[in-house]
C-alpha cells in the first residue's frame, strides 16, 4: 500500500519538474517550400520571363521543368508577355547524310558582351526541341509549312495578333523542305516531292489565299529540274528565281506560266565568295555568317563555319557605325558540305 502511494507521489512530482530553458525542444521548422510546388501556369509565368539561352540547363532540373519548356504552353505565355525572341536555323546539306540538317544558333547566356560564345546546334535537341517552319506573310495572316521530315501536305495559318495556329487546306502532295514564297497575294510552293520524271508529278504549286484553294503549277521540263533540294526562291521583277545546288537554276514567269533555265549569277548571292555564306537581320542587328579552312587548305578536310553579331550606330554627322559585339566559331563541318538556306522563327 505504501510503495504504490510512494510511486504515484514520485510520478507526480515528475510531472511537475520543468526543464530549463537550455533544455527545451524546438520546434522542427517546416520543410521550404519548393518552386515545384507552385502550379504549373505560375511556373510558365516565370519560364516565359527567362531568356531561352537558359532553357537547356533548366530543363535539367526536373522532369516537370523540361516537360513545360517543350511545351506549347510555354511559346503561349512568351506571347502574351511580348517576350518571344528571334531564334536563326541554318539548313545545311552534309556529305555523310542523306537528308539536310538544321542547326540554330545557341547564344551562351551569362558571358560579357564582347566574350559571349555561341555555337550552332543541331535540332532537334535540348536547345531547340523544334525544327523551323517556313513563314509567308499574306495581309494579316501567317502562313508556315514544316522543314522536315517525313514529307508533310500539312499548312498552317494564325493571325499575326494571335499565338493559336490552325489547319489551313492542305497541300496536294506531301512534302519535305519545300521552299515558299509569296506574289500577288499566292503563296508558291515548290520542291520537296519525289520527283518521278517518267510521270506527270506535282513539282510545285500555288495557294490561293482568297479562294483558299491549291492549284498545281506547270511542270518545268526535265532539263530544268533539280536532282537536288532547292536553296531558295527570290522575285525579280515579277518572275520566280529558283536557287539550287545544281548547274541551273531556273526562272518561272507566272504570266506566261512557263519555266525557263537561267544563269547562276543572276541570282546567286556571292555565297562562299571570300567564305561569307549570309546576312541577316537578327534582333535589330546585323548577324554575318561566313566559313573557313580549319587548317591550310592543302591538308585540310574541315571548314569552320563562324559567325559575328554587328550593332549600328548613327552619329550626329549622319555617319552610320558598326560595332562588332561578339565573334567566334560556331560549328566544324566537313569541307565538302553545301549551304542551303536560313530562317528567322519568333518564338
Request: proline letters at 7%.
Amino acid at each position: 500500500m505504501l510503495y504504490s502511494w510512494v510511486q504515484a507521489v514520485a510520478s507526480a512530482a515528475t510531472s511537475l519538474i520543468v526543464e530549463p530553458p537550455w533544455k527545451k525542444r524546438k520546434p522542427n521548422p517546416p520543410p521550404p517550400l519548393s518552386f515545384l510546388s507552385l502550379p504549373d501556369v505560375i511556373i510558365l509565368n516565370c519560364l516565359a520571363r527567362v531568356s531561352r539561352s537558359y532553357y537547356p540547363k533548366l530543363s535539367l532540373v526536373s522532369k516537370t521543368f523540361r516537360s513545360l519548356i517543350l511545351s506549347i504552353d510555354l511559346n503561349h505565355a512568351r506571347f502574351h508577355h511580348q517576350t518571344q525572341e528571334d531564334i536563326f536555323y541554318i539548313c545545311l546539306q552534309l556529305p555523310d547524310r542523306p537528308l539536310p540538317t538544321w542547326f540554330t544558333l545557341w547564344i551562351k547566356p551569362d558571358e560579357e558582351e564582347v566574350k559571349k560564345r555561341s555555337i550552332f546546334v543541331q535540332v532537334p535537341s535540348s536547345y531547340d526541341s523544334r525544327e523551323p517552319l517556313s513563314y509567308c506573310t499574306v495581309g494579316s495572316d501567317l502562313y508556315a509549312l514544316r522543314q522536315s521530315y517525313p514529307p508533310s501536305p500539312s499548312m498552317f495559318v494564325r493571325n499575326k495578333k494571335s499565338v493559336v495556329w490552325r489547319n489551313a487546306p492542305n497541300m496536294t502532295v506531301p512534302r519535305a523542305y519545300p521552299v515558299a514564297c509569296k506574289l500577288d497575294g499566292k503563296i508558291y510552293v515548290m520542291g520537296g516531292c519525289n520527283d518521278d520524271k517518267s510521270k506527270k508529278s506535282c513539282w510545285g504549286e500555288i495557294f490561293d489565299t482568297n479562294t483558299q484553294t491549291w492549284e498545281t503549277l506547270p511542270n518545268p521540263k526535265a532539263e530544268l529540274r533539280f536532282s537536288s533540294m532547292i536553296r531558295e526562291t527570290q522575285i525579280i521583277e515579277g518572275k520566280i528565281y529558283v536557287r539550287s545546288i545544281d548547274e541551273i537554276d531556273s526562272v518561272y514567269d507566272p504570266k506566261t506560266r512557263k519555266w525557263d533555265a537561267t544563269e547562276k549569277a543572276l541570282v546567286d548571292k556571292s555565297y562562299c565568295r571570300r567564305g561569307l555564306i549570309e546576312t541577316v537581320e537578327y534582333c535589330g542587328k546585323l548577324l554575318i555568317i561566313w566559313d573557313k579552312f580549319a587548317q591550310p587548305r592543302r591538308y585540310c578536310h574541315e571548314k569552320t563555319i563562324c559567325c559575328a553579331l554587328v550593332a549600328f550606330e548613327k552619329r550626329q554627322n549622319g555617319q552610320v557605325w558598326g560595332k562588332v559585339e561578339w565573334s567566334n566559331a560556331g560549328l566544324t563541318v566537313p569541307s565538302s558540305y553545301v549551304y542551303m538556306r536560313y530562317l528567322v522563327n519568333v518564338l
